[in-house]
């Protein structure tokens, strides 16, 4: 079982629809949880951190918790086709290893 | 300020060379990890520096690769000998805090023929 599930798309949605991102992950020790984006050949840039149950909203963009579930989601509203790019979701739980999934690509179609 | 830098951004070598990344991180961050990407796999997590002293590096793949900072500033990556396994895309990236967002440079691509 991997650490961390990501459906690795591809998501396709309308311009100025809401993208839904969603994330599993198995230890239920972990504390700390981030969503990147990747541009293709870029490096990982973060968009989002979240540390307790709940939503966390930074313009645009929402991150959900559910430690109980043991899954993160983050949704992406009026979605603009800059969005398009690989999300990646990274869990840690003691700071020194950060658990990455595959990824889900998303395309925000014009 | 400067983001996460690394060198060389491409490697192509023969297997049974010798390669060794560069990175350097943001001024000041204690934190630097190493992580690497091998083709539709996940970022995987190969080890972690706190200042000069490696603080876990259980992600190490094997002996042939060798991580150091001295001085608690850059950090380099050897792969000797270079087998065809070891291509991928090679992070550095580096935090301020224990278990803080890491940042990430652009990554190294080794081709490993």
């Known amino acids: 079982q991997k650490e961390v599930e990501q459906n690795s798309g591809p998501l396709s949605v309308p311009e100025g629809a809401i993208a839904s991102l969603n994330c599993t992950y198995s230890?239920?020790?972990?504390?700390?949880f981030f969503w990147y984006r990747q541009y293709s050949g870029k490096s990982p840039e973060l968009i989002m951190s979240?540390?307790?149950?709940g939503d966390k909203e930074d313009g645009r963009f929402t991150a959900q918790l559910n430690k109980a579930s043991q899954y993160v989601s983050l949704l992406i509203r009026d979605s603009q086709p800059s969005d398009s790019a690989t999300y990646l979701c990274?869990?840690?739980?003691?700071?020194?290893?950060?658990?990455f999934g595959t990824g889900t690509s998303l395309t925000v179609i014009p | 300020e400067a983001g996460v830098t690394q060198f060389p951004s491409h490697s192509v070598i023969e297997k049974g060379q010798t390669v060794t990344l560069r990175c350097d991180p943001i001024?000041?961050?204690?934190?630097l990890y190493w992580y690497r990407r091998v083709m539709g796999k996940e970022i995987k997590f190969l080890l972690h520096?706190?200042?000069?002293?490696?603080?876990?590096e259980s992600g190490m793949p094997n002996n042939r690769f060798l991580a150091e900072r001295t001085g608690g500033t850059y950090s380099t990556l050897k792969v000797q000998p270079a087998e065809l396994e070891d291509s991928g895309v090679y992070f550095c990236?580096?935090?301020?805090?224990?278990?803080?967002?890491?940042?990430f440079g652009n990554g190294t691509r080794l081709t490993v023929t």
């Open positions: 990236a580096s935090s301020q805090v224990w278990d803080g967002p890491l940042h």
């Open positions: 230890d239920r020790g972990s504390q700390s």
């Open positions: 979240i540390y307790s149950n």
């Open positions: 990274a869990v840690s739980n003691t700071g020194n290893q950060f658990y």
């Open positions: 001024s000041g961050h204690d934190n």
């Open positions: 520096f706190v200042k000069e002293s490696k603080q876990d």
